[in-house]
């Protein structure tokens, strides 16, 4: 079956420092979503990336979906103790409607 | 507009029991996915509903179930509970043909 996979997979990083999570697909997505799960919450979307090669900023944050649209990468430049988390990269799968598969996550640690 | 509620938010049941969740998705969204997180297998789907109709479903033993009702409210059902059934059970609704998923804060169940 469909297969996304994330690195890494914890990730340590002293404040102010940059982060990358990325996300690789084992089939051709059309779109892919992102999201982030803070401590003791529940995932809550993010964004969308729809376009091969598409790269969209939020703020501190950097998406980019690859141009085989197999995969992706979320960057954060100076990372705060508010990005703590883990995030999740998802695409829809092969199974068809609305069926997603989620990565298997990075969860981010911003020491102070 | 109020966003995914689940109920109840936390369980502790004995093992060779059974349970019903519940999920009331946001207004206008009319599929509802289902979700077990756990610390070691990440986020897995369960099954999503459309309509009244499972249209995917997820690599499950038969003891859970779940439904749709004509209101887009969905149940999801575990039978003959074990201590494995333990986890964080996610709803999440979508608008038909979208593939954004967004997130209830999740069901606590602990099997004893």
């Known amino acids: 079956g469909q297969q996304v996979m994330q690195i890494p997979q914890y990730q340590h990083v002293q404040e102010g420092e940059d982060f990358t999570t990325y996300c690789n697909s084992s089939t051709t997505l059309s779109n892919i979503q992102w999201y982030k799960q803070r401590p003791g919450g529940h995932p809550v979307f993010l964004i969308q990336l729809v376009k091969s090669g598409e790269v969209k900023k939020q703020k501190r944050l950097t998406f980019q979906f690859g141009e085989a649209k197999k995969n992706s990468s979320l960057h954060i430049t100076a990372t705060q103790t508010t990005d703590v988390g883990t995030y999740f990269c998802?695409?829809?799968?092969?199974?068809?409607?609305?069926?997603?598969?989620f990565g298997t996550g990075t969860k981010l640690q911003v020491i102070p | 507009k109020a966003g995914v509620t689940q109920t109840p938010r936390y369980l502790i049941k004995t093992r060779g029991q059974q349970v019903t969740l519940s999920c009331s998705p946001i207004s206008g969204h009319r599929s509802v996915s289902w979700y077990q997180q756990t610390p070691g297998q990440g986020l897995q789907f369960l099954f999503e509903y459309f309509s009244e109709t499972q249209r995917n479903k997820g690599n499950f033993p038969g003891r859970f179930s779940g439904r749709q009702f004509s209101n887009s409210r969905s149940e999801m059902n575990v039978s003959t509970l074990e201590l494995g059934d333990s986890a964080l059970y996610l709803c999440?609704?979508?608008?038909?043909?979208?593939?954004?998923?967004?997130f209830g804060p999740g069901t606590r169940l602990t099997v004893t």
């Open positions: 998802a695409g829809p799968d092969s199974g068809g409607y609305q069926k997603v598969t």
């Open positions: 999440a609704s979508s608008l038909k043909g979208e593939y954004e998923q967004y």
